[in-house]
T-cell receptor, first 112, second 114 residues
Framework: TQLLEQSPQFLSIQEGENLTVYCNSS?????LQWYRQEPGEGPVLLVT?????EVKKLKRLTFQFGDARKDSSLHITAAQPGDTGLYLC????????????FGKGTHLIIQP | DAGVIQSPRHEVTEMGQEVTLRCKPI?????LFWYRQTMMRGLELLIY????????DSGMPEDRFSAKMPNASFSTLKIQPSEPRDSAVYFC????????????FGPGTRLTVT
């Protein structure tokens, strides 16, 4: 059973378009993180959200944590080829130095 | 800052051989994590250490896998004997603090078992 479901699995769009990817679960998370991973490299943390309903912006990226802290979305405005990569969400179900539970990710390709 | 260092970056070995993956966490970080990534299963936590002590190894697939952290600056993940289904990218990550503290991943070791 996949604890975190990410959708879509694959997305290919043209440069300049907007897009939203989703991360959903039936579990409640104390925090949720979004990572971006490029080929041949490890995931790199983009943002952490901890409060239900929280919205964080990182330049053209907008992250939202659901009110019930079970889901999250990532919206990219005016996508650029440099946004290409695997976007992973990861949830923390408790305190302590716990290992995160990752979704399988959304493979995003931005075509010039 | 050198970041998390992993070696080797690539490993090709034959079924039945012993494989040892190495990780040097970021200096000052007190938590270290080993993950495995495959297309089918995504990124899975294998084991994590806090202050060099294994805290949760429930993700280790079976007894063929073992991990050690003899000191704060070094950890190993060993597979003995290796099998083709162990082929994956293995990541080490470190963090400081607790809970949702930022995790920093290494570049990974791509393991191929033939």
């Amino acid at each position: 059973t996949q604890l975190l479901e990410q959708s879509p699995q694959f997305l290919s769009i043209q440069e300049g378009e907007n897009l939203t990817v989703y991360c959903n679960s039936s579990s409640v998370f104390s925090s949720l993180q979004w990572y971006r991973q490029e080929p041949g490299e490890g995931p790199v943390l983009l943002v952490t959200v901890v409060t239900g309903g929280e919205v964080k912006k990182l330049k053209r990226l907008t992250f939202q944590f659901g009110d019930a802290r079970k889901d999250s979305s990532l919206h990219i405005t005016a996508a650029q080829p440099g946004d290409t990569g695997l976007y992973l969400c990861a949830g923390d179900t408790g305190g302590g130095a716990d290992g995160l539970t990752f979704g399988k990710g959304t493979h995003l390709i931005i075509q010039p | 800052d050198a970041g998390v260092i992993q070696s080797p970056r690539h490993e090709v070995t034959e079924m039945g051989q012993e494989v040892t993956l190495r990780c040097k966490p970021i200096s000052g970080h007190n938590s270290l994590f080993w993950y495995r990534q495959t297309m089918m299963r995504g990124l899975e936590l294998l084991i994590y250490f806090n202050n060099n002590v294994p805290i949760d190894d429930s993700g280790m697939p079976e007894d063929r896998f073992s991990a050690k952290m003899p000191n704060a600056s070094f950890s190993t993940l060993k597979i003995q004997p290796s099998e083709p289904r162990d082929s994956a990218v293995y990541f080490c990550a470190s963090s400081s603090g607790t809970g949702w503290a930022s995790k920093y991943f290494g570049p990974g070791t791509r393991l191929t078992v033939t």
